[in-house]
């Protein structure tokens, strides 16, 4: 049976005990009496209080104890004691049993609406993918169910339609609200060649794109995936709790065993009343509200980062966060665009071009891809090549017409003849911030190709607020020392770690952590190792899916003005964590000398079903307080500085 038809049952059945209590002090008592108050509690117990006694049941046969467990222990007491005093003809509280069981079933329930609130993030990302395709089979557009999409398909989408699975556009243009998925509220436009993504939504033009993430792989079905698996995590100041707990309850026991045996032997008290202060301290001391303030706090606030287009793994990051001392960066595709450009030539512009068009064609490096686009634009022949060779690091090699050839960067010219003047020419270039890859053959320079990869536009912004949180920032990268000053001293990066090969990459911020903890903030395979070993992992969206999986927190908008806001949102979080904990635990600590009777003397005293009532309050104020992080405002440093 479901929590909240445990609660209706508890709570119809107890009407008429409440209405008992009301009617006692007129001398009038609800029809059959005594009789009827055990029958109607003998119910409540059987139905909506055995799931307390099982758990606190099965805890105990595993020498544990937890939250049911007092509830447990109170109710039964209430129970069993009004058996006897109904027996021996003295004062029942039958009511007592029931209204803690009422009361403590309703915190459960406000419980779960606040849990199913929390968790209405992955319900709507769900509730985002399309219904259908409109695909081109035989020829023809069809419109066909999203589970016969595979890849390779062609689908036409129209104004107004959503894009049904991940792909890349090849004929139209169009703007496209990528919010829902990214967080960004501004359409953005795309033409042939630019990616897509599922379940976003076509505004003005009719475009198809070849499918080429269907069912799980799309980056919506990954991102539901991830949310879930957040909010299901523990932060590792979960165990804490969960060690509390367990000191906790039977410590609670006791008091409740010191208090009824202070009441009873030493200030003369009735068994009945020393049993009722002794049940409602078990009662009071119920630490529900501390068992809530973990889990409700993480399932708010990593829906609240799904919706902002940051998606946060698990609680792990978010206690992470509160100790980074020092954000390491990698630099193309992270600082800068990611797509490099040819900008200068030096030497005879169609044998340089020819040579490094030849040898590039068979490397995955950004620059060859910028290499092979400028040879393409200026119709250049490329060269067949033989014995290629890639060299970590450095370059490649490969025969061209019979000569030794190679491009790559100066660690290649150990043994390589280079003129005073092309020294000159590469010393200007990269103070330009300009990459500058040699090209020779048989051991001799015979040009040099410059290229630069521009910072982002948002760079500068992103480092600044960054450094306002009182953060150090370091560029870590494999490109030259001069040109990573450059591009740092651009967007305002304290420090440059330069030459860096991709295998070293986690070795360096292993020797960064020796000042504190570190974030590391990349986009490539390469940079998987590094975001791997660093305290917590920052993986660009528009990265592979490698360095995703590698990372702790993802920014599915590829904006590096995110990282501050994924330091502010996993910060507010666990700071809530902490305060939830807080006011659970002194709630505890107030709640139960009051309960034990210790202000009996001016008045103050809790029942066991007002204790009961408080209890549930008590939990439902965590629930609210996690629930407020939804409104919670997350602004840059910068803004606020």
């Not at 022949?381 to 014995?387: G, I, L, N, Q």
């Not at 992103?462 to 967007?491: F, H, P, S, W």
Request: net charge neutral; glycine share 8%; hydrophobic share 50%.
């Amino acid at each position: 049976m479901t929590i909240t038809k445990r609660f209706w049952v508890s709570l119809i059945l107890s009407l008429p005990l409440l209405a008992n209590m009301i009617m006692m002090p007129f001398g009038k008592t609800i029809i059959g009496g005594v009789w009827t108050q055990l029958i109607l509690t003998t119910i409540i117990m059987a139905v909506s209080a055995r799931p307390f006694w099982n758990s606190a049941w099965a805890s105990f046969t595993k020498h544990h104890s937890n939250m049911d467990t007092l509830v447990a222990i109170g109710t039964l007491v209430a129970y069993v004691y009004s058996i006897y005093a109904m027996a021996t003809g003295q004062a029942v509280f039958f009511e007592s049993a029931a209204f803690v069981t009422t009361f403590v079933l309703l915190g459960q329930v406000f419980e779960e609406r606040m849990r199913n609130n929390a968790s209405d993030a992955v319900g709507k990302l769900v509730d985002l993918q399309a219904k259908e395709a409109d695909v081109k089979r035989d020829g023809e557009f069809k419109k066909i169910p999203m589970s016969e999409v595979v890849v390779g398909d062609v689908i036409r989408v129209k104004p107004g339609e959503k894009v049904a699975v991940d792909g890349t556009i090849i004929d139209g243009t169009s703007t496209i609200d990528e919010s829902m998925v990214t967080g960004e509220s501004m359409p953005v436009e795309k033409r042939s060649g630019d990616k897509v993504i599922g379940s976003t939504i076509n505004s003005n033009g009719t475009f198809t794109f070849k499918a080429e993430k269907v069912g799980n792989d799309t980056m919506l079905s990954q991102i539901v995936e991830l949310v879930k698996k957040a909010q299901n995590s523990h932060a590792p100041i979960q165990n804490l709790t969960d060690k509390v707990s367990d000191i906790f309850v039977p410590v609670v026991l006791i008091l409740s065993i010191l208090t009824f045996m202070v009441w009873y032997v030493f200030l003369d008290a009735s068994v009945a009343n020393s049993l009722i202060f002794a049940v409602s301290v078990v009662v009071i001391a119920c630490p529900c509200a501390l068992g809530l303030a973990t889990p409700t706090a993480l399932m708010v606030g990593t829906g609240r980062s799904a919706k902002m287009g940051i998606l946060i793994k698990n609680g792990e990051v978010l206690e992470a966060v509160n100790e980074i001392k020092t954000v390491v960066l990698d630099k193309t595709g992270t600082v800068t665009v990611g797509k490099p450009e040819v900008t200068d030539i030096v030497g005879n512009e169609k044998a340089v071009l020819s040579v490094a068009s030849g040898l590039e064609q068979s490397s995955e490096h950004p620059l060859a891809s910028a290499i092979l686009t400028d040879a393409k634009e200026k119709e250049i022949v490329t060269p067949k090549v033989a014995d290629f060779k890639a060299i970590e690091g450095k370059g490649v090699s490969a025969q061209v017409n019979g000569k030794q050839a190679f491009v790559g960067n100066d660690k290649l010219l150990a043994d390589v003849k280079i003129s005073d003047a092309m020294k000159q020419q590469v010393t200007k270039l990269q103070k330009e911030a300009k990459t500058v890859v040699f090209v020779g053959l048989n051991d001799k320079v015979i040009g040099l190709i410059a290229i630069q990869d521009a910072p982002k536009a948002t760079s500068k912004e992103a480092i600044a607020a960054l450094k306002a949180r009182g953060l150090k920032t370091v560029m870590l990268t494999g490109d030259n020392q001069l040109v990573a000053e450059a591009i740092a001293k651009q967007v305002g990066i304290d420090e440059v770690v330069a030459d860096v090969l991709p295998s070293e990459k986690a070795d360096h911020v292993k020797a960064i952590q020796q000042d504190g903890k570190v974030a590391f903030v990349g986009d490539g395979i390469n940079d998987a190792p590094a975001l791997t070993v660093a305290d917590v992992g920052i993986a660009m969206g528009s990265g592979t899916d490698i360095a995703i999986e590698s990372g702790g927190i993802v920014l599915v908008k590829n904006d590096l003005r995110d990282v501050d806001k994924a330091l502010a949102l996993s910060k507010k979080t666990f700071n809530r964590i902490k305060l939830n904990l807080f006011w659970a635990f002194i709630y505890n600590v107030l709640g139960i000398p009051v309960a034990a009777g210790i202000f009996f003397g001016i008045g103050l005293t809790l029942s066991p079903e007002l204790a009961g009532l408080a209890m549930a309050f008590s939990s439902l104020s965590v629930v609210t307080s996690s629930m407020l992080l939804n409104k919670a405002k997350i602004t840059s440093k910068v803004a606020t500085a």
